[in-house]
C-alpha cells in the first residue's frame, strides 16, 4: 500500500508559478516511479509528468515542456511539480499517482492505467 497526500495547489494569475508537493509513505519510495496527473472540469484526466525511481529520467506532456519541472527527493519521500509561465488552460485537479508494479522502473510511464495509488488531488486555479 501507498498514501499519497498532495499539496500546494492555489490561485494564481497567468504567467505566474506554483510548486506542488507530493508526499508519499508505506513502500520504499525510492523503488517505484511517479507521475502527475490532471483533470479539468469535463474533461479526461490527462498526463503532465513522470519521473523514474531515481528522477534520472523524465517525461512531460507536449502541453507543459519548457514550463513545468518534476523532481523528486527520495530522503523525503516527496515528489515535485513545478509550474512556471502558468496559462488558464492548466486550471485542474492535480493528481500524482505511484507506479508500483514495475520495481524501479528506468523508463517513466504516461499511461494512467500503469499507475497503481493516486492521490486525492489539489485544486491549480489560472486566472487570466
Known amino acids: 500500500q501507498v498514501q499519497l497526500v498532495e499539496s500546494g495547489g492555489g490561485l494564481v494569475q497567468a504567467g505566474g508559478s506554483l510548486r506542488l508537493s507530493c508526499a508519499a509513505s508505506g513502500r520504499t519510495f525510492s523503488s517505484y516511479a511517479m507521475g502527475w496527473f490532471r483533470q479539468a472540469p469535463g474533461k479526461e484526466r490527462d498526463f503532465v509528468a513522470a519521473?523514474?525511481?531515481?528522477?534520472?529520467?523524465?517525461y512531460y506532456a507536449g502541453s507543459v515542456k519548457g514550463r513545468f519541472t518534476i523532481s523528486r527527493d527520495n530522503a523525503k519521500n516527496t515528489v515535485y511539480l513545478q509550474m512556471n509561465s502558468l496559462k488558464p488552460e492548466d486550471t485542474a485537479v492535480y493528481y500524482c499517482?505511484?507506479?508500483?508494479?514495475?520495481?524501479?522502473?528506468?523508463?517513466?510511464?504516461?499511461?494512467?492505467?500503469?499507475?497503481?495509488?493516486w492521490g486525492q488531488g489539489t485544486q491549480v486555479t489560472v486566472s487570466s
Open positions: 519521473i523514474s525511481w531515481s528522477g534520472g529520467s523524465t
Open positions: 499517482a505511484a507506479d508500483v508494479r514495475l520495481f524501479r522502473r528506468t523508463v517513466p510511464t504516461p499511461t494512467a492505467g500503469e499507475y497503481d495509488y
